[in-house]
């Protein structure tokens, strides 16, 4: 049974660019919730999707959008890139309600560099 | 607005001594969760707690709800528990809000 995956791993973007991230969840998980980690810091909640649809959003721009697709998996866009936006991006899966029953599984996360 | 405090933002120990780490939250988170993120960036879910005491293995956490206080401890520490270690809140909502972790060293 296959984790949380997440693709890229790596990458390197100029300003202005739009960058996409994937997330495939663990089997049996519905809710996908993404997060920024900047360097020497905690994740920063980005949004959450369950059933196709955001759910909770934090403070960002509108320059990150997401979405999910019907088998869970989802994307995160990033457009117009900041040297700012440079951090780990992380996707964690669970069944709804999942910080409160603590079924929570994190991917290895993307690095994402803006040049 | 739901807020997180880690301490010792750095902890550096020799192998076998006991090791805690410290989080203070505030009013409305009412479950605390314990990660771990190793250097590759990889986060993994250690405990969630809302009220008592967790053991698995070597490590405990607590949680103290009058006092909005929870503490990790890993007993008989070695290297290889030598990660960041992050106190999480959850509170009316499905976000979680971070601490800005702890990083712990063991030395052989």
């Known amino acids: 049974d296959a984790g949380v995956t997440q693709s890229p791993t790596h990458l390197i973007k100029t300003r202005g660019q739009q960058v996409t991230l994937r997330c495939s969840p663990k089997?049996?998980?519905?809710?996908v919730s993404w997060y920024q980690q900047a360097l020497g810091q905690g994740p920063q909640f980005i949004f959450q999707y369950y059933e196709e649809e955001e759910r909770q959003r934090g403070n960002f721009p509108d320059r990150f959008s997401g979405h999910q697709f019907p088998n869970y998996s989802s994307e995160l866009n990033v457009n117009a890139l900041l040297l700012g936006d440079s951090a780990l991006y992380l996707c964690?899966?669970?069944?709804?309600?999942?910080?409160?029953?603590?079924?929570?599984?994190f991917g290895e996360g993307s690095r994402l560099t803006v040049l | 607005k739901n807020e997180v405090e880690q301490s010792p933002q750095n902890l550096t120990a020799q192998e076998g001594e006991f090791i805690t780490i410290n989080c203070s939250y505030s009013v409305g988170i009412s479950a605390l969760h314990w990660l771990q993120q190793h250097p590759g960036g990889g986060i993994v879910s250690l405990f969630m707690?809302?009220?008592g005491k967790k053991k698995h293995g070597r490590l405990i956490a607590t949680i103290n709800i009058q006092e909005k206080h929870s503490s990790l401890h890993i007993t008989a520490s070695h290297p290889r528990d030598s990660a960041v270690y992050i106190c999480?809140?959850?509170?009316?909502?499905?976000?979680?809000?971070f601490g800005k972790g702890t990083k712990l060293t063991v030395n052989p």
């Open positions: 707690l809302s009220s």
């Open positions: 089997s049996g998980h519905d809710t």
């Open positions: 999480a809140g959850g509170g009316g909502s499905e976000k979680l809000v």
């Open positions: 964690a899966s669970s069944r709804l309600a999942g910080v409160y029953t603590g079924e929570l599984f």
